[in-house]
Nanobody, 119 residues
Framework: ETQLVESGGGLVQPGGSLRLFCVGT????????????IFWVRQAPGKELEWVSL????????GYIDSVKGRFTISRDNAKNTAYLDMRDLQSEDTATYYC????????RGQGTQVTVSS
């Protein structure tokens, strides 16, 4: 089954860093990983799904919500069917389940990876 698989989450202290991974397996709607944009979205307990970052298919354009600008960096390696989200200076408000998806609504997302920022 074609899907996106997230990993790399964990428990980190405020100010810490994590790298999240998103691996694409197979095709999504007949489209290869290298041909679709990747969005990172997150959902905190009791809150709605929130778009965090995006990268276009060839990696030539990226975007971030204001609250993570300067702290998070999105990238991808299409040869490895993998996208990354490098997060630094993590804060408690970054605590959430993080998903990679093919649009900002979270379509085609995987099971997610939990990021918990706590002292």
């Amino acid at each position: 089954e074609t899907q996106l698989v997230e990993s790399g989450g964990g428990l980190v202290q405020p100010g810490g860093s994590l790298r999240l991974f998103c691996v694409g397996t197979g095709l999504i709607n007949g489209v290869a990983f290298s041909e679709y944009p990747i969005f990172w979205v997150r959902q905190a307990p009791g809150k709605e799904l929130e778009w965090v970052s995006l990268i276009l298919s060839k990696g030539h354009k990226t975007g971030y919500i204001d609250s993570v600008k300067g702290r998070f960096t999105i990238s991808r390696d299409n040869a490895k069917n993998t996208a990354y989200l490098d997060m630094r200076d993590l804060q408690s408000e970054d605590t959430a389940t993080y998903y990679c998806a093919t649009n900002r609504r979270g379509e085609n997302r995987g099971q997610g990876t939990q990021v918990t920022v706590s002292s």
